[in-house]
Nanobody, 122 residues
Framework: EVQLVESGGGSVQAGGSLNISCAAS??????MGWFRKHPGKEREGVAT???????RYADSVKGRFTISKDNAKNTLYLQMNNLKPEDSATYYC??????????????????WGQGTQVTVST
């Protein structure tokens, strides 16, 4: 069974930084990613990383967020810098075992964490 457990969310002022983590257990995943959901909106892709460490980012976070992973620790990270109030959302870790391009498409991921809240105040 695959389990994804996020941690590191919290509150920060605009312009600040947060690093959220996702501890994965179970078998190896081909793609991992971060998605976020604003209240009343659809879940949106933030960043993905493949088994080859290739990364993809949403335009809204490029240059501010960095996705990375430590295979030895089975942990996925998202370093978020220069945070904006519109980054406030519940952030979810996601993974899938099958190959292919790791698009920012929630429907392509079949394992999900419970989410961690990020709140950015002005």
């Amino acid at each position: 069974e695959v389990q994804l457990v996020e941690s590191g969310g919290g509150s920060v002022q605009a312009g600040g930084s947060l690093n959220i983590s996702c501890a994965a257990s179970g078998y190896s995943m081909y793609c991992m990613g971060w998605f976020r959901k604003h209240p009343g909106k659809e879940r949106e892709g933030v960043a993905t990383i493949g088994s080859d460490f290739a990364t993809r980012y949403a335009d809204s976070v490029k240059g501010r967020f960095t996705i990375s992973k430590d295979n030895a620790k089975n942990t996925l990270y998202l370093q978020m810098n220069n945070l904006k109030p519109e980054d406030s959302a519940t952030y979810y870790c996601a993974a899938r075992a099958w190959g292919g391009v790791c698009y920012l498409a929630a429907q392509q991921f079949n394992f999900w964490g419970q989410g961690t809240q990020v709140t950015v105040s002005t």
